[in-house]
């Protein structure tokens, strides 16, 4: 889990620098910094929740234990980003864009990538 929380940490704050490094950019096509933000800190809060109950499934003998885990943590990720975006889309509709919505698309892909391959670390270290 440390080494979890220090390769997802490092993501989260290059992630963000490039943010920031990108803010024009992004003004330029109406996206704003905040929400980007937001939205970055978010996943990895809901990715760094996931891992934790994918670990626990990734150390069970037991295939229906490691299934219910498994998925507990893909299901859990997947409402809880859904939620978000739809709670951002109600908040106030005027002020939604494209832009943002395509950076947390891009930020989840990134942030599953990272717990994927953290994940078969942590299952090859176990045989």
């Known amino acids: 889990m440390k080494l979890f929380l220090l390769i997802g940490t490092t993501v989260f704050l290059v992630l963000n620098g490039l943010c920031f490094l990108l803010r024009a950019p992004m003004a330029a096509v ?6 980007v933000l937001y939205g970055n800190a978010w996943l990895f809060l809901v990715t760094a ?3 934790y109950f994918e670990r626990k ?4 003998a037991n295939s229906h234990a490691f299934f219910r885990w498994i998925y507990t943590g893909m299901l859990l990720k997947m409402f809880l980003c859904i939620a978000a975006v739809l709670a951002y889309a109600l908040a106030d509709r ?5 832009g943002a919505v395509l950076a947390w698309l891009l930020f989840y892909i990134i942030y599953t990538g990272v717990e994927i391959s953290m994940l ?6 176990r045989r």
């Open 57 to 60: 499934g990734v150390r069970e």
């Open 30 to 35: 109406n996206t704003p910094l905040t929400a």
């Open 49 to 51: 929740l996931a891992y």
């Open 120 to 125: 078969l670390r942590e299952s090859k270290q």
């Open 94 to 98: 005027a002020a939604i864009t494209r």
